[in-house]
């Protein structure tokens, strides 16, 4: 038989920071995975209603939103809600301190790490493997 406290909150293990070091930065940034409900609402505030067919709205998802929004959720150093390196870069909030801080392929590195260490890497490879065979 099963012993189902295994799944309770306060037996599960907690995952460690992930570091991931870029180039430019002398220091490593410190990554966390995010939950399935973390996702959603990120997943939610990317759908943006556009006018479609005959007048109708419809809903339209951006993945270069959702990509950006799980790699500032998963960031956890540097603080990228501190206003003053938001105001060393001259922009006002998380996202856009992303944006700026960022170039196109540090983000790039960043939302596949994000992407590995909330296993969301894994379902793909695996839908992958499976469609081959």
């Not at 189902?4 to 995952?15: D, G, Y």
């Not at 070091?21 to 556009?50: G, Q, V, W």
């Amino acid at each position: 038989m099963s012993n189902f406290k295994a799944f309770m909150k306060e037996n599960v293990r907690q995952a460690d920071p992930v570091e991931l070091k870029l180039e430019r930065f002398t220091e490593s940034i410190k990554l966390r995975p995010l939950t399935s409900a973390e996702s959603d609402l990120i997943n939610d505030r990317c759908f943006k209603n556009k006018p479609g067919r005959k007048g109708r709205q419809e809903r339209v998802f951006d993945p270069v939103a959702y990509n950006r929004g799980i790699s500032v959720a998963s960031i956890i150093y540097p603080d990228l809600n501190d206003t003053e390196l938001q105001k060393s870069y001259g922009v006002k909030g998380a996202e856009q301190l992303f944006g700026a801080m960022f170039w196109v392929g540090e983000a790039s590195q960043i939302s596949e790490k994000v992407s590995e260490i909330s296993g969301l890497d894994h379902a793909l490879e695996d839908e992958i493997e499976e469609a081959k065979n």
